[in-house]
């Protein structure tokens, strides 16, 4: 079940047909308002080059992970279907195809003109572009115009299951109650992680140095710079970490052991095991 009360419904379809005119742009949408774009990410990303930048949000029914990043190129690796931008910020797997819909309306709360939204095969929204307030509407309009594509827009046909917690290492088991301890006093001493969240076949990574804690109603934000973490932590069944990885790693795992953050410290285990093990 969702938790994270924030999270926006099912985006409903629909072969209704209207228009959405923005100044003197006139836009194909359905009843609801969204337009339909091409399903192809990396389409979608290299598309979006020009901009001065945008809020990138990848989540699963349990968290989320929200950045303000610069536009990311998105290239294949190699010859296999995985496409990742330069820094391995974000890889999507492409067998995995999306429903991408667009959205010309001004957020109350933060004033963006818009956004972008990928569902996945049952029509769960998992990832999210959202233009900057500084973005004139009119410009986000020509935005969703270059990126509409009416020959790819089918809904994807091939579903990426959740990764495992791996089982051939050794672990030091932990409670779901360490994690918030751990971000608050990684907080005072502005200790960095980098955050890997899997949704869909699309896995975003992020460094976050916390600067802000907040815990409501079982739901964990942790704010940084530009990045923001939200957790459901009752969600949480089991934290492992793995003293034997470069830096230490914490898996968070739910139900059937599926994976459902992983958190790296980019400290040495030493500096964090106080944080762990309070004496």
Request: hydrophobic fraction near 35%.
């Amino acid at each position: 079940m969702n938790r994270l009360k924030s999270y926006p419904p099912h985006i409903q379809q629909s072969n209704s047909i209207s228009t959405c005119s923005v100044d003197s742009l006139f836009l194909q949408t359905n009843e609801a308002g969204w337009v339909s774009l091409d399903s192809r990410a990396l389409e979608i990303f290299n598309r979006l080059t020009n901009l001065e930048g945008y809020h990138l949000q990848t989540k699963h029914a349990y968290a989320r992970l929200i950045s303000k990043t610069s536009p990311l190129r998105l290239s294949k690796i190699q010859a296999g279907e995985i496409i990742s931008d330069a820094y391995n910020r974000l890889s999507i797997h492409e067998g995995n195809r999306f429903q991408a819909q667009g959205h010309v309306s001004v957020c109350k709360c933060c004033g963006s003109p818009g956004k972008i939204v990928f569902l996945n095969p049952y029509g769960i929204e998992v990832m999210q572009i959202s233009a900057l307030s500084t973005l004139p509407l009119i410009e986000w309009g020509k935005v969703l115009v270059k990126c509409a594509d009416a020959s790819y827009h089918t809904p994807a046909n091939e579903w990426i299951s959740y990764p495992i917690i791996p089982e051939e290492v050794e672990y030091t088991p932990l409670k779901p109650s360490s994690i918030v301890r751990l971000f608050k006093e990684a907080r005072e001493r502005s200790i960095a992680f980098e955050v890997s969240l899997f949704s869909s076949g699309i896995l975003h990574q992020e460094a976050i140095t916390p600067l802000g804690i907040r815990l409501n109603e079982g739901s964990l934000t942790v704010a940084g710079h530009d990045v923001n973490l939200q957790l459901y932590i009752p969600a949480i069944h089991d934290v492992y970490c793995d003293q034997e990885a470069l830096y230490p790693t914490f898996y968070l795992s739910g139900s059937d052991s599926i994976q459902l953050l992983k958190i790296q410290a980019l400290c040495d285990y030493e500096d964090i095991k106080p944080l762990l093990f309070p004496e």
